[in-house]
């Protein structure tokens, strides 16, 4: 299996512009989550999905932030307007029996 | 107060030094994960145990349940493990959430 894919591996955009940010997890995995990594905050967990379905989002900052799994093998956090203090790494993990997998992440500069 | 605490913030050692990194947290968990951070950025995963020791090449990881703690061993440490090493814990409220430990950065000298 080639692991968790994220799309883009980095993403500079400007201040109002949308934002959206993909994910495909590993094969038979039940579990989905979404991260986002700063200097100031460390990891933090948006979301997470649980065969598809969103189960807890109340890490999600605001309603400018949005995220959806259509089915088992993608997902997406959306973030409209942007804003710079959105400025950091969004990693997506998924989780089968035990461990979570983490992608490579998405560094997200909004200027 | 935090959770999940982690010492040392950060630790510098010569190459072939035994490491200990340390996690206490102040919640009832299921389960306690050590997580790798290279400086590259990418996670890995290394440990998740919810009682006694695991080991795994020249790492170790060990949890204490009653005293709430948990170290992570590195044996003849190498430059190549210099990373940031994340505790986090499966807390027991009833959901799959990972609380975090912000982080031990870890140096090895040459």
């Known amino acids: 299996d080639a692991g968790v894919i994220q799309s883009p591996r980095h993403e500079v955009t400007e201040m109002g512009q949308e934002v959206t940010l993909r994910c495909k997890p590993i094969?038979?995995?039940?579990?989905l989550f979404w991260y986002r990594q700063t200097m100031m905050r460390g990891l933090e967990l948006l979301i997470y999905?649980?065969?598809?379905?969103?189960?807890?989002d109340s890490g999600m900052p605001e309603d400018r932030f949005s995220a959806k799994m259509p089915n088992a093998s993608f997902s997406t956090l959306k973030i409209q307007p942007s804003e710079p203090r959105d400025s950091a790494v969004y990693f997506c993990?998924?989780?089968?029996?035990?461990?979570?997998?983490f992608g490579p992440g998405t560094r997200l500069l909004v200027l | 107060k935090n959770e999940v605490e982690q010492s040392p913030q950060n630790l510098t050692a010569q190459e072939g030094e035994f490491i200990t990194i340390n996690c206490s947290y102040s919640?009832?968990?299921?389960?306690l994960h050590w997580l790798q951070q290279h400086p590259g950025g990418g996670i890995v995963s290394l440990f998740m145990?919810?009682?006694g020791k695991k080991k795994h090449g020249r790492l170790i990881a060990t949890i204490n349940i009653q005293e709430k703690h948990s170290s992570l061993h590195i044996t003849a440490s190498h430059p190549r493990d210099s990373a940031v090493y994340i505790c986090?814990?499966?807390?027991?409220?009833?959901?799959?959430?990972?609380?975090f430990g912000t982080g031990t950065r870890l140096t090895i000298i040459p």
């Open positions: 919640v009832g968990i299921s389960a």
């Open positions: 999905f649980n065969n598809n379905v969103p189960i807890d």
């Open positions: 094969s038979g995995h039940d579990y």
């Open positions: 986090a814990v499966d807390a027991n409220f009833g959901n799959e959430k990972l609380t």
């Open positions: 145990l919810s009682s």
């Open positions: 993990a998924s989780r089968g029996q035990e461990t979570q997998y």
